[in-house]
């Protein structure tokens, strides 16, 4: 982003916020709406998706990130320019902030955070489309070290294994996605000793160590909280470590209302784009009835 320096926002704190796009059936009139709240390249590499979820979870992540920006860096909103990196990644040019986004499952999520280093990862407990758990988990051996598998496999029965699997998963990936590492990251040098507390909807855990090639971090703090019964979040927060650590900070669940309070539209409607979103959302029906007929 390029921001105005008089319109610079002195807020501080912590954000993290969710918004359910797996369940979010937008009206003709709000998926236009959307698209003329984003820059126009944004709304042209959101309209090349193939399939309307990632279409969908794509707006959510803009509209999200603007949202970060308006509110909390009191820049207006049409006056937000997003810029991306050469490896397509969004950032910002105001370096008080930090902020990351993750979509998986039925949820987009945005952690930021002011003078931290941040990290975020959703993932939702499911069983592997391809393989049993054990052969799942065999494919997987490579990326969690023995102390986790451990702690995996002795969750209980195999929903329950799944669901340890993808919390440590969650972990590793809020862990690289904060440092900026690509593919290039042995998992196995980062190791998670997670506490004997169970993780519960109601709360939000912040006692997960990271021991780092076997020395165990303690710059780092993890905040871990579970959405709904199937997806689980991971907030990595680097150093600097504040000398005294606030509670961690919740996730709040927007609405479509609350994710376009403070937007305004920068581009002119364009119907051809509700056209072409609705025959994405629509194909996986005609599919299913082409297959019942068959």
Not at 115 to 123: A, E, L, S
Not at 179 to 205: A, C, K, M, W, Y
Not at 246 to 272: C, H
Request: net charge negative.
């Amino acid at each position: 982003f390029v921001f105005p320096s008089r319109c610079r926002g002195e807020e501080m704190g912590s954000v993290r916020w969710a918004f359910r796009c797996g369940s979010w059936t937008p009206s003709r009139s709000d998926w236009l709406f959307a698209a003329r709240c984003i820059q126009r390249e944004e709304k042209d590499r959101i309209g090349q998706f193939v399939f309307a979820k990632d279409a969908k979870s794509a707006m959510a992540g803009r509209l999200l990130l603007r949202r970060l920006v308006c509110e909390k860096m009191g820049i207006p909103w049409s006056e937000i320019r997003l810029e991306r990196s050469p490896r397509g990644k969004p950032y910002l040019s105001d370096l008080a902030w930090s902020f990351n986004l993750s979509h998986q499952g039925d949820y987009a999520v945005l952690a930021a955070e002011q003078g931290r280093q941040v990290g975020v990862d959703i993932m939702k407990t499911a069983m592997p489309g391809c393989s049993s758990v054990p052969e799942f988990f065999r494919i997987m051996t490579r990326q969690f070290t023995a102390h986790e598998w451990s702690a995996i496999q002795s969750a209980g029965l195999e929903h329950q294994q799944l669901a340890a699997f993808y919390r440590h998963w969650a972990l590793k990936e809020s862990f690289i996605k904060a440092i900026g590492t690509g593919l290039g990251f042995n998992l196995q040098r980062v190791e998670f000793h997670l506490p004997s507390e169970p993780l519960t909807q109601d709360r939000v855990l912040h006692q997960t160590k990271m021991h780092l090639d076997e020395e165990e971090e303690e710059d780092w703090v993890f905040e871990e909280s579970l959405l709904d019964a199937d997806h689980h979040v991971a907030v990595a927060l680097g150093p600097p470590r504040p000398p005294s650590l606030l509670p961690p900070t919740t996730f709040t669940v927007l609405s479509f209302r609350e994710l376009i309070d403070s937007a305004s539209p920068l581009t002119d409607e364009d119907p051809t784009y509700w056209d072409s979103f609705k025959m994405k959302a629509e194909a996986p029906q005609r599919q299913k009835d082409t297959h019942t007929s068959t």
